[in-house]
T-cell receptor, first 114, second 116 residues
């Protein structure tokens, strides 16, 4: 059973526009959520995170929104740049695992067209 | 500062053979993790070491997989005997001490394993 779901395998956006990547989760006990970015032939790299006690976290062009009642989070990239083209993974942590075990979604491949 | 390194980058073996993957974490990182991504699906947790001790091995698929971390430095993941469904990309990650929810994990580039 997949606890973190990214239902869009890919997304294509024009340079300068907003990219919105979505993620749904099933376990209401998750207390921390993260987004990772992955380029080909490289490992995932941490991008931005949000605690379950918040509903928004912003870092430069990247903003993550959390809607706990809907068990949904989203990553907004504004403005999108060609270098943002990568696979984005949504991930979550459960307090019972001490914040160590990370549960990932299947990823969304973002294409930013120049 | 060197990141997490993994060896080999690619491995192609036949069903029934044995393969050993190696991971060198960032120096000073007590926590080491193994993950696997199969066929474009989600990245799945396999296990977590704290120094040389297995803290959580709930994600290990079966007893054909053996992970070790002798001396609390590098780690190896052995698959014996390999099956077709073991094909995928195996990622290693490491993080500093601490059990808070924010415990940033740094990933290696992965080992792509193909079992024919």
């Amino acid at each position: 059973d997949q606890q973190v779901k990214q239902n869009s395998p890919s997304l294509s956006v024009q340079e300068g526009r907003i990219s919105i990547l979505n993620c749904d989760y099933t376990n209401s006990m998750f207390d921390y959520f993260l987004w990772y970015k992955k380029y080909p032939a490289e490992g995932p790299t941490f991008l931005i995170s949000i605690s379950s006690i918040k509903d928004k976290n912003e870092d430069g062009r990247f903003t993550v929104f959390l809607n706990k009642s809907a068990k949904h989070l989203s990553l907004h990239i504004v403005p999108s740049q060609p270098g943002d083209s990568a696979v984005y993974f949504c991930a979550a942590k459960h307090p019972n695992t001490g914040g160590f075990k990370t549960i990932f979604g299947a990823g969304t491949r973002l294409f930013v067209k120049a | 500062e060197a990141g997490v390194t993994q060896f080999p980058s690619h491995s192609v073996i036949e069903k029934g053979q044995t393969v050993t993957l190696r991971c060198d974490p960032i120096s000073g990182h007590d926590n080491l993790y193994w993950y696997r991504r199969v066929m474009g699906k989600e990245i799945k947790f396999l296990l977590h070491f704290v120094k040389e001790s297995k803290q959580d091995e709930s994600g290990m698929p079966n007893n054909r997989f053996l992970a070790e971390r002798t001396g609390g430095t590098y780690s190896t993941l052995k698959v014996q005997p390999a099956e077709l469904e073991d094909s995928g990309v195996y990622f290693c990650a490491s993080s500093l001490r601490g059990g808070t929810s924010y415990n940033e994990q740094f990933f290696g580039p992965g080992t792509r394993l193909t079992v024919l």
